[in-house]
């Protein structure tokens, strides 16, 4: 059974503050999704990736596919950043999700 | 471009009474569909996913069910609402290869 694990649940930081989120699974995956959800519950979809590293503006993603683990990071956190972070592993077609980290920054 | 229309946004109901979510996808063909809910506090669990007309898969036993009447349409139902059916509903769509794309949700409150 796949299961996701993130880490930490919880985070405050202070304007401008490197933030990293990390995300592990336990099975072989295709891809590994990064969402954004919103204090009024929508979901954005963040990056997608089977390997390597992906960047867009202050954030950027990374995977270990050998030790199963992926990391979201945030330079120069923002008060607009505060939100949930969800990783989720990708199996055929299916989702599983991580329970988030809810991340705070404040100014 | 690919959009998800999902609706309504925030809908109270009574214990006892019908429900129907709709969920609608514009841009693509042939996509493959999810419903997942998001309980108070918990993480997102998938409740159906369709990979075409007609196909319906149930992850978990539940008191909804799914219909998928047309290629880019989706609905999610219940003849009689519990409380335990409260929370944060989700439609989803991907494609092979490709990231999945989410609606905006719609937050139900059975009472």
């Known amino acids: 059974k796949n299961e996701v694990e993130q880490s930490p649940q919880n985070l405050t930081a202070q304007e401008g503050e490197f933030i990293t989120i990390n995300c592990s699974y336990s099975v072989g995956i295709s891809a590994l999704h990064w969402l954004q959800q919103h204090p009024g519950g929508g979901i954005v979809s963040l990056f997608m990736?089977?390997?390597g590293k992906k960047k867009h503006g202050r954030l950027i993603a990374t995977i270990n596919i050998q030790e199963k683990h992926s990391s979201l990071h945030i330079t120069a956190s923002h008060p607009r950043d505060s939100a949930v972070y969800i990783c989720a592993s990708r199996n055929t077609d299916k989702l599983i999700f991580g329970t988030g980290t809810r991340l705070q920054v404040f100014p | 471009s690919q959009t998800i229309h999902q609706w309504p946004a925030t809908l109270v109901q009574p214990v006892g009474s019908p429900l129907s979510l709709e969920c609608t996808v514009e841009?693509?063909?042939?996509?493959?569909l999810y419903w997942y809910r998001q309980a108070a506090g918990r993480g997102l669990q998938l409740l159906f996913y369709s990979v075409g007309i007609g196909q319906i898969s149930s992850e978990v036993p539940q008191n909804l069910s799914a219909s998928r009447p047309q290629d880019r349409q989706f609905i999610l139902s219940s003849k009689k609402l519990l409380l335990s059916d409260s929370g944060f509903y989700l439609c989803?769509?991907?494609?092979?290869?490709?990231?999945?794309?989410f609606g905006s949700g719609t937050r139900l409150t059975v009472v």
């Open positions: 989803a769509w991907s494609e092979r290869n490709y990231g999945y794309t």
């Open positions: 841009g693509t063909s042939n996509p493959n």
């Open positions: 990736l089977s390997s």
